[in-house]
């Protein structure tokens, strides 16, 4: 899907409208992650990371970043530049090579603005390593942030075993509150990873990281997250549909033993 202002003033190439992040070394994972990066594991017959991506293509958000730093030219040989990925239709991808260009990944920050140059001005972005598949990246909800004032929407889940505290809680009013654990009578969630960004958030005043990351820098996202909830810039979702954080060997085998 292309809106007028996705297309680059230096080329006839549709800015992408979605980011799947890709650069994790995935050590929880080893070792499955020695030898092929966590996105690529199998779950129920495909990739991982392939699960989100059938869903953005689905919705019409074909034109895709992906970030990687470990293992990542297997990431590139198993899809390229272009991946028709079943009856969904074909994926046109770029990369954004964090290893290659500096040798380490650059957290989660640091990579959305390494490929920010790439994105749209409102974009999705989704983790690689969660498996979400009756998520539906709506066309709607990049209409009501493009109208919207807000920064950001995010989309949180019932807290799993493994994150019991949450991370964010949730206004009446739809928005994401930076609220501390166990300080507050409000209920937290997890965050799910995904989310609708403008480009503004990972640019000054918001983001001090420098346009495109040339520098490299390593940044997490969770403090710019919470310094924009406390100025009220950040709506949230519950999203209560199947949901799971393939952090480990035992959820991987959990998942594919259904």
């Not at 040989?77 to 969904?88: D, K, W």
Request: charged share 15%.
């Amino acid at each position: 899907m292309q809106f007028p202002s996705e297309v680059s003033n230096l080329t006839s190439e549709p800015k992408a409208c979605a980011m799947i992040l890709a650069a994790g070394r995935g050590e929880r994972m080893r070792p499955l992650t020695d030898h092929t990066p966590k996105p690529l594991l199998a779950v129920r017959g495909k990739p991982l990371m392939q699960w989100p991506m059938e869903g953005l293509v689905r919705a019409g958000f074909d034109q895709i970043v992906i970030n990687t730093a470990w293992l990542g030219e297997r990431i590139h040989g198993q899809y390229g530049s272009s991946s028709s990925l079943a009856e969904v239709g074909a994926a046109h991808l770029r990369y954004s090579n964090e290893a290659q260009d500096f040798g380490y990944a650059l957290e989660t920050a640091g990579g959305i603005v390494r490929a920010l140059p790439q994105l749209a001005e409102v974009f999705w972005v989704v983790a690689g390593d969660v498996f979400v598949p009756e998520f539906e990246f709506k066309p709607q909800a990049v209409a009501q942030l493009i109208a919207s004032d807000l920064l950001a929407h995010v989309w949180l889940v019932p807290n799993p075993l493994h994150n019991p505290l949450g991370d964010f809680g949730l206004s009446d009013q739809g928005l994401a509150l930076n609220l501390a654990p166990n300080s507050s009578t409000q209920p937290l969630y997890t965050f799910s990873t995904i989310a609708l960004y403008r480009r503004a958030f990972f640019e000054l005043p918001y983001c001090d990281i420098l346009p495109g990351n040339p520098q490299g820098t390593a940044a997490p996202l969770a403090p710019l997250l919470r310094a924009a909830m406390d100025r009220g810039q950040v709506g949230a979702t519950l999203y209560t549909g199947p949901w799971t954080d393939v952090g480990t060997p035992e959820r991987l085998v959990q998942l594919n033993a259904v």
